[in-house]
């Protein structure tokens, strides 16, 4: 795989990295979940790409530096997207805890049972 074609699959990840934080501003859940599994589709093939042409990350050069942007900027959406989800996660769990004490609560029988009643009355 040459030079060209690993910057191509960094500029394909920057951009699904931005439609995710546009989904992210959108709260559409389900748009920021298929973005999440083209990204890691793309993580694996530069994973493979960059094993088998022994890139060297750490060398000064155009490519090398470029590379490094792009990776900035998605570290970058990365931690957006965990901070919007863990804060849905803790608002998700919240509800449902709330949804559990309401439903305890109807669901308990207030009635007094058969064996409390005085039927000799």
């Known amino acids: 795989m040459k030079e060209k074609r690993i910057l191509e ?3 394909e990840l920057k951009r ?13 859940l389900s748009h920021l979940l298929s973005m999440q599994k083209k990204r890691n589709g793309l993580l694996k093939e ?9 890139i060297p990350l750490k060398e000064k050069g ?3 530096e ?21 804060k849905n996660m803790v608002n998700t769990v919240v509800a449902m805890n709330k949804v559990k004490r309401v ?4 669901l308990t029988d207030r009635r007094p049972s058969s064996s409390t009643l005085d039927l000799n009355v």
């Open 66 to 86: 470029t590379l490094r942007g792009i990776i900035a900027d998605v570290l970058m959406i990365d931690n957006e997207i965990k901070q919007f989800l863990k």
């Open 103 to 106: 439903k305890k609560h109807f």
């Open 16 to 28: 699904t990295s931005m439609e995710q934080r546009k989904a992210l501003k959108e709260n559409d």
């Open 46 to 54: 530069i994973e493979g790409a960059v094993t088998l042409n022994h």
């Open 9 to 11: 699959i960094f500029s």
């Open 62 to 64: 155009d490519f090398t």
